[in-house]
């Protein structure tokens, strides 16, 4: 008998500790146990696109809170706007919200740079959050538990 | 008998009336519906007419037995949904239409009512004329209508010869009882196997099936074919069961089999690809009946009779599914004006539900989608051709495993084609483009007969087994009721119930189904996912690139080529049996153009003179 | 040879911004007599294959259209892929959905506020562009800068350059499913991610340079742990990257897929690890004094292999210079403030991880006049479309993701 199952079952309840933030967000608590994200990037500056690689590493190992990356907004719950629209991608982004099932949530990350529109102007319908700034990983999987739920 | 009379007299009328295209075909379908009257009636008890001698010896008689109630039962459902479907497809052509059409199906008729060699070959002959004509019928189809004569008077020769053989050892053109050499079986064999379009015979069927219209297509994919085997059931009944000849229909058919749905994968024509598919189907066939011929001369007889079976659910499934198809892609191409797979996309929204169903139920059937009839047909081959290990010598164990491992591939291809196929027409997303309103009620009438055929015939097959005198093939087992268990042999080897795999997968379906529709007004409906802009004309996936991969890999088998012209790119796909074909051509040319500059060189007019004196004079001689 | 990196025009006359042998340089000149000046003119709509010149049709054809939105780019950019089905026949490569005009916002801006829109052109390569402008200013306005400063910024560029290859060979990894050795250099990238935060508070790097100095210097405790760090990651990478060049199945993927002869890459006009991966032996670093040590990383063969490997023997050579340079820094106690006024005109140029960032900049009263910025990236998915041709859509992944290239490095 291994004690891999308790370890696991520990990191869960202590790690979630770690992670906290103050960004104001509407719960999704449907989510709670299994949260499918599906990223775009709008026109940012690729800084965001990287962290959400880095999100992905096994440092942060997201999957241990039921969260993972869908290859389609039809698998999707969660949808990331990375960056600030620029005016081509305004249509495709609109037309991605469209495509989600429902229930779904739209995440506004909207970066540290200064070009393009603002997503919020769109009238995007279930933002659960609009978060301005570059921000870690760290922060990110925070605020994604709290989307979902796991952190008050 | 009367029914037969009934039938040439409708038919009869249906050339009497031709230039009211309407009536005509009208006539046609009731002169059909006679000859599955004629198969009720002769099913259990056969008949004939009374015998016109011609002069001594040559005697002209027809009837019904139950070999022929058979065929002309399964022929018969094609005839009168083809003859159906033309009343309203018909308008689209030209007046002379309905007589070449009446007539050829009367040639058909002849054939499988003829109770002797020269009732026979009149038959093949006015069939075989009569479809050249109807061919014809479409513009610019001289080469392929002309290929398709060549072919099939080939074959008339090569029965003549047949019968010639026949009559020099018995002084008798009877085709029933037995007698018959090896000379008349060969030569026959390559007649039939002309007609049904075996490898390496089959060259003239894909030009033919594909220039022809849609009615002649299918009349001449499914019924015209069917001759084929009829005859060789019919010849090979009358020259005994030799070993050989089931050995090398089954190593022709298995190979025939693999080329045509090989082929079929690659086709981009939409009559193309269903005519492919006939190579394979009557392939299969061919295996079939010789599994059946060899199990005979081994004595097998409970094999032997299960592979003959085998042979006509195979017949009945693609002498339905192939009518079925060929009529409700004939009526996308006609309503669109198309004739590539990619081309014809979008039949659902654009032409109809209801072709567009058709083409899917009868692509499920060509791809064995249980429970409908083609899966039975596919089962029923594979289950015999597992038997063949009880086969004594090792030779035909081989032949048999050979022809075994080439349908199987041809069965997984042809499920490939049949995706590429319903995929792109039926299913596929349309062009936006408006289809032709054309009068199709009669159209969609029969392409609904046939699909409840297609599927219905999977549920009831029990019942048409033993209609057709195959009734020890039922059994109950495994708390299925008698006798709606197929088994394969006795003692039992494998059995299946296409009754009850409707039932289970029609209960499971019910399911999700009642979910469906419950939800229905919640569900979201958008437009397929394309990276977030609408697909443009220029960027849907192609029906060619669907079966690139599979051209590639088998480059070698294919001769696949990518040709590079300028800025243009293409590849290039061939069967490979046509150069042969053309080179005979090319061949043939130069040596009539060497003769006709050394040895004839004079006036034509000198020569039909000199022709006519000799016949002239041999009248007499001979006289 | 030399390679067109850009073209602007000054006073009525042409300019070409030349690179050959290692060396960047202005001359007076015609774009159109290089091959590749069509690229010059269209890289904010879309990039091409210079090197071929005809139209693909045909029937079959059609435009198997990846993007803007897939999760296998991961940036607003299409690929159209020209194909009969499954070999690529011919590529564009659109880059309008992600052109924010930031060359042209930086026009009349002032100084500063134009090195963070030049920051924000590409967040992966912040250093290389704010360098890259930076040097173009100081030259300009003939600001000195200290050695101290230079070294720190050398630092920089080398910490970003072994984070991009680390990020680019492990996409390669995950291209070729090898999933184990991907997390591992996912782990990698985020830790050298953090090593920049370390470094310069900044994960990616920015906000570090300013004209003519650093808005940071690194305290000695930190400077330790920077070095501590990298050491670590040169160990885990060696032995990664030894275990993963025996792996059959991955090395088999990579080669001979998407090749590319050095006479065509420098028609082209590519330049950096793509560059030198077709046996071309340049490379910015081996004239700058910073480096004194450099061995110039490169390969024969111009395959995705070959890209893979130079990249890989780069992130040794940036790990090694990174820690030296620590070691031996000795850093002065006072910077000077540099006075960053007047008017003016230059170029400055820097090796980014996927090849030359050139800035020219024309500065009037602080403002500037004039900006043109040539990216690595343009002459990158030039040679993708390139080399990709003749290729299958399985090898897909391998030629993007081998030449490194960002959409937004491109459209700017």
Redesign the interface.
Known sequence: MKWWPMIGISKVLTENKKYATKTDVKRMKIFKRSLHIYTIDVGNSNILNFEMRALQTPKYNVHRFGMYFAASPRHADLLIVLGKPTKKMIAPLLEMVNQIPEPFGVMLLKGCESSGIDPDELKIPNVVTSVNGCLDPSEILAILLKISGRID | MIYIYFSFIFFALGVLTTFYRKVSYIMATIGSAFPFLAAVAGMHTSFTSNVFVLFNGFNLSVGVDHTSAIFLLIASISWFTISLYSIDYGMNYSKKMPVFFNAALFGMFLVLIARDALTFISGWEIATVFSYLLIMEHKHSFKEAFEFLAFGEISTVSLLVAFASLYLENHSLAIVGSHGNWIFLLMATIAFMAKMGIYPLHTWLIGAHSRAPSNVSAFLSAPLTLMGVYGLVRVLSIAGQPEWWGVLAMIFGGFSAFWGALQAAAA?GLKILPAYSTVENNGMILATLGLSVVAYSANLAVLSSFAMITTLILLFAHNTTKSLLFMAVGQAKEALGEDTIDNVRGVWTAVGKIPAISILISGLSFSAFPPLIGFLGEWMTLEALFQSYKFPSILDRLSAVFAGILIALAMGLAAFSMVKLTGYTALGYDHGKKARTIPSFTMRLSEIILSLIVVLTGFFSPYMLKYFGYGTFLSGLFGVPKPFLIVSSHPVFGVVSPTFLTIVIGTLFLFPLAFYLQKLRKV?R?SA?????A??E?????A??????LE?IMRKVYSMK?IKV??????SVKDVTTLFYSGLKRATEIVAKFLSLTLMNGHIYSYVLYTMIMFILLFFLIK | MKKLLGAYRQNGEEHLILQENGKVFVQEGNASEFENSVLLESRNEYVKDVLSKEEISGNDIFDFRYGPVTSGIGEAGIFHLYTYGERILSVKIDTSYKRRGLDERMINSDINDALKLSEEICGNFAISHSTAFSRAVENALKIKVTRDVELLRSIALELERIYNHLYVISRLAQAASQQVLASHLMGLFEDSLVTNKIFSDSRYLMNFNAIGDVLKIPSRKELKDVSDRVKKIENIFSKLYENSMSSGNYIDRLHLTATLDAKEAELIGLTGPSLRACGVKEDLRAYDEMYPEIEITSDEEGDSLSRMEVRAGEIFESLKFVRKTIDDLNLADETTSPNSIGSGEGIGWCESPSGTIVYHVEIENSKIKDVYVSTPSVFGMSAIAHSIVGNIFTDFPFVVESFGVNFSDAAR
């Open positions: 981009k979201k958008v996912w394309n990276g977030g802009i697909l443009k220029k960027e849907y996936f192609t060619p690139a669907y079966s690139f991969t590639y990518e300028g800025n243009k790119r293409y590849v």
